[in-house]
């Protein structure tokens, strides 16, 4: 779901010397939870009742989650949030 989100495979990146790793982070909290039905399977009986899953995914028109760039340099705890401004993405 976060490719389909985001539109990329990977979240992360090393620096060309190794000494820092960028990553992005993806806020979920306001995107709406759905409970999907999970059969289970691998089983001689099958469970009565399917196991409800819930997870988190947006319909057009709803809130997507927000996403931040975070820098850690390695050795160091935290990592710091990098600010940048939003942009509008023309697609011709």
């Given at each position: 779901?976060?490719?389909?989100?985001?539109?990329?495979?990977?979240?992360?990146?090393?620096?060309?010397?190794?000494?820092?790793?960028?990553?992005?982070?993806?806020?979920?909290?306001?995107?709406?939870?759905?409970?999907?039905?999970y059969y289970q399977t691998?089983?001689?009986?099958?469970?009565?009742?399917?196991?409800?899953?819930?997870?988190?995914?947006?319909?057009?028109?709803?809130?997507?989650?927000?996403?931040?760039?975070?820098?850690?340099?390695?050795g160091e705890a935290e990592?710091?949030?990098?600010?940048?401004?939003?942009?509008?993405?023309?697609?011709?």
């Amino acid at each position: 779901m976060r490719r389909k989100i985001v539109g990329i495979r990977k979240h992360f990146g090393w620096s060309p010397d190794r000494d820092y790793l960028a990553f992005l982070r993806l806020n979920e909290a306001s995107v709406p939870t759905y409970t999907d039905l999970y059969y289970q399977t691998g089983h001689d009986i099958a469970p009565a009742y399917p196991l409800n899953h819930d997870i988190r995914y947006r319909n057009v028109g709803e809130t997507t989650p927000t996403t931040t760039f975070h820098l850690l340099k390695v050795g160091e705890a935290e990592a710091a949030k990098v600010e940048f401004e939003s942009f509008d993405q023309k697609i011709s």
